[in-house]
């Protein structure tokens, strides 16, 4: 599922820079990203794929982070954590070219996304807030 999505809906941020975004209601987004065929940020991408998972009968959880967590300031993106079979996954198919296999949540799993391999460290995350 992960794939598909980021195989058919870009990423695109127009409407944010222009000043022209409606929102992040479902309805909205729906309409935007499938009726429209429009690409989405992740807010908007992230907001539909957690709501066809949670439709699809799966436990999400959705949550914010930060593209480069030492760097300080807001959590300006959006992932999710989708349970599997009592598994946890982070699930982002709404950065850029985007995760296109959910990675285990788990300290060091380490997934091949398209050829480039992605590890999953726990860090201190007090050492990480401001």
């Given at each position: 599922?992960?794939?598909?999505?980021?195989e058919?809906?870009?990423?695109?941020n127009?409407?944010v820079?222009?000043?022209?975004?409606?929102?992040?209601?479902?309805?909205?987004?729906?309409?935007?990203?499938?009726?429209?065929?429009?690409?989405?940020?992740?807010?908007?991408?992230?907001?539909?794929?957690?709501?066809?998972?949670?439709?699809?009968?799966?436990?999400?959880?959705?949550?914010?982070?930060?593209?480069?967590?030492?760097?300080?300031?807001?959590?300006?993106?959006?992932?999710?954590?989708?349970?599997?079979?009592?598994?946890p996954?982070?699930?982002?198919?709404?950065?850029?070219?985007?995760?296109?296999?959910?990675?285990?949540?788990?300290?060091?799993?380490?997934?091949?996304?398209?050829?480039?391999?992605?590890?999953?460290?726990?860090?201190?995350?007090?050492?990480?807030?401001?």
């Amino acid at each position: 599922m992960t794939r598909a999505h980021v195989e058919t809906i870009p990423f695109e941020n127009v409407d944010v820079v222009l000043g022209r975004h409606r929102g992040i209601g479902l309805d909205v987004v729906g309409e935007k990203l499938i009726t429209r065929r429009r690409g989405g940020y992740c807010y908007e991408q992230a907001g539909l794929f957690a709501a066809v998972a949670d439709r699809l009968g799966y436990d999400v959880q959705r949550t914010v982070s930060r593209v480069q967590p030492d760097r300080g300031g807001p959590y300006p993106h959006m992932t999710l954590i989708i349970t599997v079979e009592n598994t946890p996954y982070l699930v982002d198919a709404e950065f850029g070219s985007g995760m296109l296999v959910p990675m285990p949540f788990e300290n060091g799993a380490v997934v091949d996304q398209g050829g480039w391999p992605h590890r999953l460290i726990w860090e201190d995350l007090h050492e990480l807030l401001p």
